[in-house]
């Protein structure tokens, strides 16, 4: 243990998409406060430098997925995962924020001193196993919401007898050879329909093998609008323009996912039929048993899974899994399916808040009893804030304005010299879900979530124009809200 402890204003826990916006908007904000980063991994870029399958890419376009305070240059709406590494890390580098990021340094405890009114923080070297402690005056917790050490895995019976190679996506092998060989990749969602397109046209065969179909929209590589405002306008202000007409958009959809499923299920499932025609099966493989939006919707940029599906690249079989066996797989329909190479692109498993362990001073507490304040804080919890995202949006909307808000509690606290800002409970609040969404890796983790309320400012609302009255124009003089 190292005896050393420094001291930081804020300190921020990951140098992810969230992280290094986070620290970008304190630079750009609050020059005088010092911050450092702690990273548990040897690199920036969370996410995006995490996943290295085929094809990774966004599922959200990336006028809404950038930062708000630095424009996406790129033509591209539904971005590869390479170019949004290089954006992020631009951004660090343009906001001299590389400097401050502490790599290899995993947080394991955090502890809120309510003498020093400081938390302090302790942190495990995988370097060199030493455990090190930062003294803050304001904890901000940026590691999103999903387990980075493993994706989720479901029991398969017989999978130890399958000669070939199966993995998880999320832990895509670097030497892998797939030219040529026969590949299944069992899932349906977002990594799934980026790996199908990806792979198609190097393997011998590919199948999508689902249980459950998922909605999928067919979006324009390129925005269209974009592509006429360009000969006008400079870059800044097409971006603006773009970014709000997109917001408009996604919250419009959802209200009518809403209010008029049938009609949107109509839209999508139209599209599909257009792109594959009138013989596929859209009915069974295209054709989820649920409403848009009770989970999220995959995204393909220019219809690239319809096409190699359409061209015979690649087939969707829906159907379950009975059993591996050594050259594949059994379907409970009874059919067999061949394969070299098993993907698993089933999903992730959830860490809230990064899975570490609070207490005040020196008293372990469980954050899952404690209600969230805006989305962003928990009650009687002081001087911390954490991100995440909107399951119904791009998830960086929602983390520029926390990253704001953060910013705008700190200067009130130095205009004011208060020592402490913590969100409390004043009345009544019921108890409702924090993530209103049946994906599975959500289902699977509503334990593992702090309580969300049935009323402002204790209610996580999904609506980005409701989030930015609060967040970013309102006051700060919340009853609920106490500054000492």
């Known amino acids: 243990m190292s005896n050393q402890i420094e001291k930081v204003d804020v300190l921020i826990i990951g140098a992810g998409l969230a992280g290094i916006g986070g620290a970008c908007q304190l630079r750009r904000q609050c020059p005088n406060h010092s911050f450092m980063i702690l990273e548990s991994r040897e690199t920036s870029g969370g996410t995006w430098d995490l996943f290295r399958y085929p094809g990774f890419r966004s599922d959200s376009d990336m006028y809404t997925y950038s930062y708000g305070f630095k424009p996406w240059k790129d033509k591209s709406t539904i971005a590869e995962g390479h170019k949004i590494l290089s954006y992020i890390r631009e951004a660090a580098a343009e906001y001299d924020v590389e400097r401050h990021i502490r790599y290899q340094h995993k947080v394991i405890g955090a502890n809120w001193s309510t003498r020093e009114k400081r938390w302090l923080v302790t942190a495990e070297r995988s370097d060199t196993g030493e455990h090190v402690t930062v003294s803050c005056m304001f904890m901000f917790n940026c590691c999103g919401y999903y387990d980075y050490e493993q994706g989720y895995t479901p029991e398969f019976t017989g999978s130890d007898e399958f000669t070939g190679q199966l993995f998880h996506a999320q832990h895509w092998p670097e030497d892998l050879d797939y030219r040529g060989k026969r590949v299944v990749v069992i899932g349906s969602g977002a990594t799934a329909v980026t790996l199908v397109p990806a792979m198609a046209g190097e393997t011998s065969s590919l199948v999508m093998l689902q249980r459950t179909p998922t909605y999928i929209a067919n979006v324009p590589g390129e925005d269209p609008m974009g592509l006429k405002l360009r000969k006008w306008l400079p870059n800044s202000w097409i971006f603006r323009l773009i970014r709000w007409k997109k917001v408009m958009f996604q919250i419009y959809v959802y209200r009518l996912s809403r209010k008029k499923p049938k009609a949107l299920k109509k839209f999508l499932l139209g599209q599909v039929k257009q792109a594959l025609g009138p013989d596929y099966d859209v009915a069974t493989h295209f054709t989820p048993p649920y409403n848009p939006w009770d989970q999220r919707l995959c995204a393909v940029p220019d219809g690239d899974m319809f096409e190699v599906i359409r061209k015979g690249r690649a087939e969707v079989v829906t159907d379950h899994v009975d059993s591996f066996n050594a050259e594949g797989i059994q379907l409970k329909s009874g059919r067999q399916l061949d394969a ?29 009893e404690h209600f969230i304040y805006r989305g962003m804080m928990f009650s009687d919890l002081p001087n911390l804030a954490f991100t995440v995202g909107y399951t119904n949006s791009s998830w960086t909307l929602k983390t520029d304005l926390t990253s704001n808000y953060v910013c705008r509690l700190l200067k009130k606290m130095e205009r004011g010299n208060y ?30 979530m702090p309580k969300n309320g049935d009323r402002l400012p204790w209610k996580n609302y999904q609506n980005y124009i409701r989030d930015f009255m609060g967040l970013r124009i309102a006051g700060l003089n919340d009853t609920e809200l106490e500054f000492r």
Do not use: C, W
Request: hydrophobic share 45%; proline share 3%.
């Open 419 to 448: 020592a402490t800002v913590t969100p409390s409970l004043n009345g009544d609040v019921e108890e409702v879900p924090l993530l209103d969404f049946d994906a599975g890796y959500v289902m699977r983790a509503r334990d593992q």
């Open 340 to 368: 070299d190479i098993v993907v698993l692109a089933t999903g992730l498993n959830l860490k809230f808040a990064g899975g570490i362990v609070h207490s005040i001073d020196d008293k372990e507490i469980d954050i899952t």
